[in-house]
C-alpha cells in the first residue's frame, strides 16, 4: 500500500488555528504528516507506539 492509499484525516489535536497534522492508520501503522508541506513525506510510527504516545497527550504526561 502507498501513502496514496491511504485515508488521511486531521488530527483531532489540531487546533483549528490552520498548523495541522493529518494522520493515517493502517492495524500495523500509524502515518503522520504535516498539511502544508505534505511534499516533505510523513513520520511512520507502529500503531501501538502511536497509540501510547496518544494516551500520553491525553493523560497531559507530556510537556
Known amino acids: ?5 491511504l485515508t ?4 483531532s489535536y489540531s487546533s483549528g488555528s490552520g498548523n495541522c497534522v493529518e494522520a493515517a492508520e493502517t492495524p500495523h501503522t500509524a502515518f503522520i504528516r504535516d498539511t502544508h ?3 516533505l513525506g510523513h513520520l511512520t510510527f507502529p500503531v501501538q507506539e502511536w497509540g501510547r504516545f496518544l ?3 491525553k493523560e497531559r504526561k507530556l510537556s
Not at 488521511?8 to 488530527?11: A, K, L, M, N
Open 37 to 39: 508541506h505534505r511534499e
Open 1 to 5: 500500500m502507498t501513502t496514496n492509499q
Open 8 to 11: 488521511w484525516h486531521i488530527s
Open 55 to 57: 494516551e500520553a497527550l
